[in-house]
């Protein structure tokens, strides 16, 4: 059963509203309810999902899932199994964004003159971003280098595999399938961007310096980010 968008945005914005109160003042058991409480509803955002897209992104959020509960201590096992469960995340939306883009390819949906330009300047705007985020997390990421980059690889690769997906400039890509008909909104870009800029923002208060009121950008932006990947599951369609 597929709950009305209207109904179900609404309530998730007051969970992650009250997530981001909850973090902010150390509610820990507040927080503890409403952080896996708002994750859970992203599903409910996606409803039944009617593309493979969709349930791609719904293992993106049983794993984001798992990884709210793990980061609920701040314990360096429960981070590491956090930054475990989240890279699957996100490689589930990276598989799902590829996709959409390589049916477009193989279909002819979109020239490929035309959208590998733009995919590229994004790989290399992320690229440098990436790099520049890394060497600031650089001196104080000792002992957990390797996994910060690896999954600073990852959301990058999550960012440019969604602008690839949403249509590459175009604002919208409709890819032709077998007995299939995919659209998928370039929200999804934007979720995957603003999920980008949670994890550095989390990364920068951890790793480099603490930031005032960090969970407005931690989890405001994180749950923003998995909104609109949500909703760019939601109105994928399939059939």
Excluded: C
Aim: aromatic share 8%; hydrophobic share 60%.
């Amino acid at each position: 059963m597929t709950v009305s968008v209207e109904l179900m945005v609404p309530l998730f914005l007051i969970s992650a509203a009250v997530g981001v109160f909850a973090s902010e003042t150390k509610r820990q058991t507040l927080l503890t309810v409403f952080k896996p409480l708002t994750t859970v509803l992203l599903l409910a955002v996606v409803g039944s999902p009617r593309s493979q897209f969709a349930e791609l992104v719904d293992v993106g959020i049983v794993f984001s899932l798992a990884g709210d509960v793990a980061l609920l201590s701040s314990s360096k096992q429960a981070f590491l199994a956090g930054l475990a469960l989240f890279l699957v995340a996100h490689a589930a939306y990276i598989v799902g964004f590829i996709l959409v883009f390589s049916a477009a390819i193989s279909t002819g949906a979109t020239a490929g003159g035309a959208s590998l330009p733009p995919v590229a300047a994004a790989a290399v705007a992320m690229a440098i971003v990436t790099v520049l985020l890394l060497r600031k997390l650089w001196a104080g990421s000792t002992g957990l280098r390797a996994p910060v980059v690896g999954y600073a690889i990852a959301l990058a690769l999550m960012v440019v595999s969604a602008i690839a997906a949403t249509g590459v400039g175009s604002g919208e890509m409709r890819v032709s399938t077998t007995n299939a008909l995919v659209v998928v909104s370039p929200i999804g870009a934007l979720g995957a961007g603003l999920f980008y800029a949670s994890d550095a923002s989390l990364a920068v208060d951890r790793f480099a310096k603490p930031i005032k009121h960090a969970p407005l950008l931690t989890l405001g932006l994180y749950w923003l980010g998995q909104l609109g990947i949500a909703l760019a599951a939601r109105f994928t369609a399939a059939g």
